[in-house]
């Protein structure tokens, strides 16, 4: 009798099919003239579910793009794990340096390349293959699953948290699981236990009240992108160090054991200098590497501009400059207090020869899942029985808005098994997952759901 994990191995090409034919579907949350393929690549998912042997599976509207929700409820007295991902993504042309068209994928390499690969496409993709491995192999499931994926993950999820809450009851379980993370390297399994939160907020500074003539003006007049140039370099000192008064007044102190675990991770500067290609490291002196890049929060300037960024030149004085800044949070900072701590200090260091405004976009908080929870102890035995050795522990230095809302609204742990690898080129072009990585994944899913009930009694 086949074993659900013989299936797997012996169905991958017509897996790799089907990812295909989901991925080919160009659903950019961020453009508003893909609206129509958000919701083609929502209806081809939950047609897929159906497939599969799920029971139920909607295209549920919001105010924007549509949630996808579909369920298995065949195992009574058996937990239920609400599985999250997302099937919007990133944009993408050939233009931004694509060395084959993004939504058309190609294998090379033992790589599957395009947009939606690694993020989140193949990762969802994962958990339905192990769906219907177990299915086919056993007719049955060991546990009750529901599934939900988003349509807006990569512009903020911004109706995700009132549809988690109207549909409480419906998303009721007892874990859930989420693979949008990554690991460290091939062949080292990593287990997420903390993310980052997000604040993103604007910065405007006005001088005059239109562009002004340089030559007439210059000398004269506070020229707006100069203003916010300094307002901007003064969220750091000049080792790196966060200026902020009030910033990080609420930062968790990470206790001896997580210091000793970051210690151990595998991450070198000679990783960070290939993965980045920048010339040297930069940041908090008071604070390691790896530590920089998970336990310590962050401002960052995402966008600087103002006046004329056209071909060829105009003399002016411009009359207005932004600049797009992000946050990320460590557990415990809370966004409110943070915008209002940069909001006060932007003022403070505003000159009176032009005015600014502190725009607040939107802001979540960052979270710590318990290492020694019962279903966190099932991914280490899962990862184990895959990958051949248990999984290191490690905090994440991006955000996954949905697992903060699971757990504020649902009150359930989540889970983050993720099978990224550091260069598959989240968001930038030539994305890619790995085909080994995507063939262990199956395998971890499929014992993780095998494992818990043992552990969720």
């Known amino acids: 009798m086949t074993t659900p994990f013989e299936y797997a191995l012996e169905n991958q090409d017509k897996f790799l099919r089907e990812l295909t034919e989901f991925l080919r579907i160009p659903s950019i949350s961020a453009q508003p003239h893909h609206k129509e393929d958000v919701r083609k690549a929502a209806e081809w998912a939950a047609a897929h579910c159906l497939s599969l042997g799920m029971t139920r599976a909607e295209v549920m509207d919001t105010d924007g ?21 997302h099937y919007d993504v990133q944009p993408a042309e050939l233009k931004d340096g694509w060395h ?4 058309h994928p190609v294998i090379m390499d033992d790589k599957i390349f395009g947009r939606g690969t690694a993020d989140d496409k193949g990762q969802v993709f994962i958990h339905l293959k192990a769906f219907e491995s177990v299915m086919k192999t056993t007719g049955t499931f060991p546990v009750n699953i529901k599934i939900l994926l988003e349509g807006e993950e990569e512009v903020g999820s911004i109706h995700l948290r009132p549809f988690i809450k109207s549909h409480s009851e419906l998303l009721k379980g007892d874990v859930g699981l989420v693979s949008d993370s990554g690991m460290l390297a091939p062949g080292l399994p990593t287990i997420v236990y903390g993310l980052r939160g997000l604040v993103e907020l604007e910065i405007y500074v006005t001088g005059p009240h239109h562009d002004l003539h340089s030559g007439a003006y210059g000398g004269t007049v506070d020229n707006p992108n100069h203003a916010l140039s300094r307002i901007v370099a003064s969220l750091h000192d000049a080792q790196g160090r966060i200026a902020v008064s009030g910033f990080a007044d609420d930062v968790r102190v990470l206790s001896a054991d997580e210091h000793a675990s970051i210690s151990h991770v595998p991450f070198t500067e000679e990783m960070w200098y290939v993965e980045t290609g920048a010339p040297a490291i930069w940041g908090d002196p008071d604070f390691t590497l790896k530590e920089r890049t998970g336990a310590r929060p962050t401002i960052e300037v995402n966008g600087l501009f103002g006046g004329y960024t056209g071909d060829g030149s105009k003399t002016i004085i411009p009359a207005k400059a932004t600049a797009k800044i992000t946050c990320r949070l460590v557990p415990n900072q809370n966004p409110q207090k943070v915008f209002e701590a940069i909001q006060r200090h932007v003022a403070a260091h505003t000159p009176p020869t032009v005015h600014s405004e502190v725009s607040f976009k939107r802001g979540e908080p960052g979270l710590v899942v318990d290492p020694n929870d019962p279903a966190m102890q099932v991914a280490v035995e899962a990862y184990q029985h895959s990958f051949g050795k248990a999984p290191i522990f490690t905090l994440e230095g991006g955000s996954i808005p949905a697992v903060m809302m699971m757990r504020e609204s649902l009150g359930i742990p989540v889970i983050l098994m993720g099978f990224g690898l550091p260069d598959d080129n989240l968001h930038a072009p030539n994305e890619k997952f790995s085909l080994e990585q995507f063939r262990l994944g199956i395998q971890t899913a499929i014992e993780f759901y095998r494992l818990l009930p043992e552990h969720q009694k």
Request: aromatic content about 20%; overall charge negative.
């Open 100 to 103: 084959t068209e993004p939504f």
């Open 65 to 85: 793009h549509p949630v996808v929700y579909a369920e298995w409820l065949g195992a009574p007295g058996k937990p239920t794990v609400i599985f999250y991902g």
